[in-house]
């Protein structure tokens, strides 16, 4: 993992490149020969969405998982749960 702090004009796309070189191997994701590897997936936001970044990560074997623009994801709505109550009469309500 790595941070960089930079100012407020600059795009968060021309700071990816610099935060993926700087971030150094993670001893917890050992190859098998007990070697650290650096991450080989990113996932990100809309705002990382351009072909030449995708470019410069497949040329450091990184997949992405870079949300698109213009695309509209549907988060799954949650299941309705009933949900109890007891009511100030002392009945038990469900909905």
Do not use: C, F
């Amino acid at each position: 993992m790595s941070v960089g702090i930079s100012g407020a004009n600059l795009h968060d796309s021309q700071a990816l490149e610099p935060l993926v070189r700087a971030s150094r191997p993670s001893a917890h994701a050992a190859a098998a020969d007990g070697a650290p590897r650096k991450p080989a997936k990113l996932h990100a936001d809309k705002g990382y969405d351009y072909p030449h970044l995708w470019k410069w990560l497949r040329q450091h074997g990184i997949r992405h998982r870079i949300a698109r623009k213009g695309i509209q994801y549907v988060l799954p709505q949650p299941k309705a749960v009933p949900s109890m109550a007891i009511a100030p009469t002392g009945e038990l309500v469900i909905r």
